[in-house]
Nanobody, 116 residues
């Protein structure tokens, strides 16, 4: 079992991207708290945003609160990360994590590159 991220790519500064994340197998998606992490080149992986299983509580890194929205669709077993006003420092590999109790599932990530 793993998460499957998509939606990354090359974007210009000031642009937008919407990342999507699903699961590799059929699971009870609504059991999982979901989160997005980012790993920039040469840096440690950091939390970008998280959303609880019901979708009614979210947390976004302070440095990105005004530019990023996390949401989920439990019916379609997907979680999304909407990123606006992208900056070069947003460049990195974005990973989606599914967490249920002590169990965590990660994916291979999707590359986001912000450059003119």
């Amino acid at each position: 079992v793993r998460t499957v991220e998509s939606g990354g790519g090359l974007a210009q500064p000031g642009g937008s991207l919407r990342l999507s994340c699903g699961m590799s197998v059929m699971v009870t998606f609504s059991r999982f708290d979901m989160s997005w992490y980012r790993q920039a080149p040469g840096k440690e992986r950091e939390l970008v945003a998280e959303i609880n299983r019901g979708g009614d509580a979210t947390n976004v890194a302070d440095s990105m609160k005004d530019r990023i929205t996390i949401s989920r669709d439990n019916d379609n077993r997907m979680v999304y990360l909407q990123m606006n006003n992208l900056k070069p420092e947003d460049t990195g590999v974005y990973y989606c994590k599914a967490k249920w109790g002590t169990v965590e599932y990660w994916g291979q990530g999707t590359q986001v590159t912000v450059s003119s």
